[in-house]
């Protein structure tokens, strides 16, 4: 089954769509509307026929990228809406494109085995190829306690494939925690080639005896001899940030630096975390900005076309599904380009094929000002505590503009409202607070649900590019930072700038597919 190409020549005439006065523009049907971008994709529904009541739609998990021949191959594990008892989850899945903007589905890769298997339930992990292999490491999870009574909870498996296409597992194949390390907590295999070191290396997320969350560092010849050794970890977690685990580890070189990517949900920090070194063993350099998005984008590695990197994760959903829910597992794929910044840190930027996406001007026009605001074309001035309401927005936009705010307060955007404006998802640039943040907005009332350091920007002068489909927000920074969020109900629903203090938009921009 595959999903179909972005452009559909059924939905285009929707492309002409403006944000004008919302009593003459007519409603934009959202199911229409819903596949006119495939940007951020999500399983299909019913992938096992309209009859089977289990893993007829779901969510994309952690995601395993890969590259080879003009094609990235984004391998994922399936987290399925319907979970009957005794079946078991997360078996993985793949995405295909050569573009970030069409995908295609290939369905289930490999499947989660039974419950007297180590595979119940399936973790991520990674693929290398060695000769005409592919060699595909990843996790097996099983803490039922028939199985728990014999065996660890989780341990590195494998399967092998000639194609890409049809995997086996390898039976015999186990790595479980070593001496010294704790079997509970054992999972998410990251195999690459290391051509500095001459083998090939496997970081396991893993923690000690005593619970200190580690990347553990195990070294091969020859992924076909089945021999790995354990060597010392490469990075423990310190002190001052007492991370449980270290999950989905990554490990790449760029320029000068070596770079360790590892994520975290349990800190108030939660989300994608990086080092750097001048070396792969360490030792590491903490950024001052250590995360490359905010906590609602997780578990992100990076894949190369050996030009360009790039970093791939879930931006997670929410239960129940809309803006008043709670953040939950599992999401769509979410992709940034990766930069490096003169100081060796990493910078994010938007991909200019996603961009490109976005290629029919909308009108913009003013449905309502509350407070003191100038408007010059696309660009306003606004005084404090005012805001000016635009139109409906489409399912699929791209939103530019150049925002200069005031070094106190706060000034932004709300996305999702309705015509009283007490309701919607805000996102806040708050320069004295050091951060862009999001806010859910329920009848007035702001809960706060994100935020993201502005550390690495100069000044108060933000150039904003955002990215909205299929209930994913991503807002990029000066192509320094990106901050993604889940936001529901922007089709047919209006959007605001506002300003706590002096502030003023510039050449704001609209663009559907």
């Known amino acids: 089954m595959t999903i179909k190409n972005i452009y559909l020549a059924s939905v285009m005439a929707l492309a002409t769509f403006s944000c004008q006065n919302n009593d003459s523009v007519a409603d934009v049907n959202p199911d229409e509307i819903f596949r006119q971008t495939n940007i951020f994709p999500q399983p299909p529904n019913q992938w096992m026929g309209s009859g089977n009541p289990y893993y007829t739609a779901g969510y994309v998990g952690d995601v395993m990228p890969y590259y080879e021949n003009g094609k990235f191959h984004f391998f994922f594990l399936h987290d399925a809406k319907t979970k009957p008892a005794g079946e078991g989850f997360h078996d993985i899945h793949s995405f295909e494109t050569t573009n970030f903007k069409d995908y295609t589905y290939q369905g289930r890769q490999i499947p989660y085995g039974t419950s007297s298997e180590a595979d119940f339930g399936v973790g991520t992990g990674s693929l290398v190829k060695a000769g005409n292999t592919y060699y595909y490491y990843y996790t097996g999870h099983n803490e039922v306690a028939s199985f728990l009574s014999n065996n660890p909870r989780e341990s590195v498996l494998l399967a092998t494939s000639a194609d890409m296409k049809n995997w ?169 380009k990766l930069g490096q910044n003169s100081d060796g840190t990493l910078a994010v930027k938007p991909i200019s094929a996603i961009e490109s996406v976005f290629g029919q001007s909308a009108v913009l026009s003013v449905d309502k000002i509350s407070g003191n605001a100038s408007q010059n074309g696309n660009s306003f001035n606004l005084s404090a505590n005012s805001q000016v309401m ?124």
Not at 279 to 305: C, E, F, H, M, Q
Not at 466 to 490: G, H, L, P, T, W
Request: with cysteine; aromatic share 14%; hydrophobic share 35%.
């Open 390 to 513: 635009f139109g409906k927005l489409q399912k699929a936009n791209q939103i530019t503009f150049t925002l200069n705010a005031a070094a106190s307060g706060k000034s932004g955007f709300v996305l999702a409202q309705d015509n009283d404006g007490k309701n919607g998802l805000k996102i806040s640039f708050e320069p004295s607070a050091n951060r862009i943040a999001s806010y859910v907005v329920n009848n007035g009332i702001e809960d706060f649900a994100n935020a993201y350091p502005l550390t690495g920007l100069s000044g108060t002068s933000y150039n904003v590019t955002v990215q909205i489909s299929n209930d994913i927000c991503v807002v990029y920074v000066n192509e320094k930072i990106a901050f993604s969020n889940r936001v529901y109900d922007v089709v047919n629903k209006k959007w605001s700038i506002f300003g706590t203090s002096d502030s003023s938009f510039s050449n704001i921009n609209i663009k559907n597919p």
């Open 168 to 336: 086996t597992k390898v039976k015999n194949f186990k790595i479980t925690a070593p001496v010294g390390y704790f079997d509970y907590e054992f999972r998410d295999p990251h195999v690459f080639f290391n051509s500095e070191d001459g083998k090939y290396w496997m970081l396991v997320s893993a923690q000690t005896s005593d619970k200190k969350a580690v990347v553990l560092k195990f070294t091969s010849a020859d992924p076909a001899s089945g021999n790995w050794q354990v060597e010392n970890p490469i990075y423990t977690t310190t002190s001052s940030e007492n991370y449980i685990m270290l999950e989905c580890p990554d490990l790449f070189k760029m320029g000068n630096y070596w770079y360790l990517l590892f994520s975290e949900n349990w800190s108030s920090n939660a989300g994608t975390h990086y080092r750097m070194a001048t070396s792969p063993n360490g030792p590491w350099i903490t950024p001052s900005n250590d995360r490359l998005d905010g906590s609602y984008l997780y578990a992100a590695k990076t894949v190369s076309d050996n030009t360009e990197r790039y970093i791939v994760g879930w931006t997670a959903r929410k239960v129940p599904e809309s803006n008043t829910g709670g953040k939950d597992w599992g999401g769509n794929i979410v992709t940034h």
